[in-house]
């Protein structure tokens, strides 16, 4: 689990947003939206600790991430950020290295470690591209890989920085049920960046709504939309619907219609 107390984060100095006092739970898959410049990659930054926060601190399980070494933290956490450089490796090798901070001196890959990369595979359904390159496989099979890595490396948290961006439908809705499963049957901490506010409300167990610099909702999806600022925050009136048995949401611009697309390092 991780918990934020009085978390002020930026750059140089200047806070992107203020006052952050929340817990992302276990076993849950937590969305993070907002506007373009809200302070959502900033955010995931902070919690990751590629940025120290301005004030207040970010505890993971109880503990203050400072605190923490980078060997301490690859073992708790990993990431699938957007700008990630496909390496030119099989697909076997690059998950095989979510292995490598459990690794003593020296350096060498056990027999525990390929025989998780393979469950790890297998649970993605992608064993059948173990051998091809990560270079040369699609951006949605990419994912799965990069989720497979996340799996093998067997930590409790697991950070998603807009990881369905540029995926075919198809695509994005496998990815949403993988990270699902990642946190419901794993039981991990699965913490999302998302610009899709309709599949973050239809797949997320909770969401952290950004604007204005400050945390300005925290809630479960059937609460954002009972609270009815999604005009407010988005400028969008979102409909709920129920098709074939499950919630979908619709949206339409709303009175006061913001840019809730394209992509932002904030």
């Known amino acids: 689990m991780i918990e934020t107390r009085d978390l002020t984060l930026g750059y140089d100095g200047n806070s992107v947003v203020q006052d952050i006092n929340t817990k992302f739970e276990s076993g849950k898959l937590t969305l993070i939206l907002g506007l373009n410049g809200s302070g959502k990659s900033t955010l995931l930054k902070t919690l990751m600790g590629i940025l120290k926060p301005i004030d207040g601190s970010v505890l993971i399980d109880g503990e203050n991430l400072e605190n923490l070494s980078i060997q301490q933290r690859a073992k708790k956490m990993s990431a699938i950020m957007q700008s990630q450089k496909v390496p030119s490796m099989s697909v076997f090798q690059y998950v095989l290295h979510g292995r490598f901070h459990d690794l003593s001196w020296p ?4 027999k525990k470690d390929r025989l ?7 649970a993605m359904g992608i064993e059948e591209l173990a051998d091809c390159r990560m270079d040369e496989i699609s951006g949605g099979q990419r994912q799965k890989a990069s989720l497979a890595q996340a799996l093998c490396q067997d930590g409790d948290i697991v950070f998603l920085d807009e990881p369905a961006a540029y995926l075919d439908a198809a695509s994005q809705f496998d990815l949403y049920k993988k990270a ?3 946190a419901h049957k794993q039981k991990k901490t699965v913490i999302m960046i998302s610009h899709d506010l309709p599949a973050a409300l239809e797949n997320a167990d909770e969401v952290r709504i950004l604007h204005q610099g400050k945390l300005y909702f925290s809630g479960t999806p059937e609460e954002f939309i009972q609270a009815d600022i999604s005009s407010e925050v988005f400028g969008l009136e979102i409909i709920e619907e129920m098709i074939q048995g499950k919630k979908r949401y619709l949206y339409l611009p709303g009175e006061n219609q ?9």
Not at 116 to 122: F, M, P, S, V
């Open 107 to 110: 350096r060498r890959y056990r």
């Open 116 to 122: 998780l990369t393979l469950k790890a595979l297998k």
């Open 180 to 182: 699902k499963n990642l």
């Open 258 to 266: 913001n840019q809730f697309a394209g992509h932002n390092e904030n």
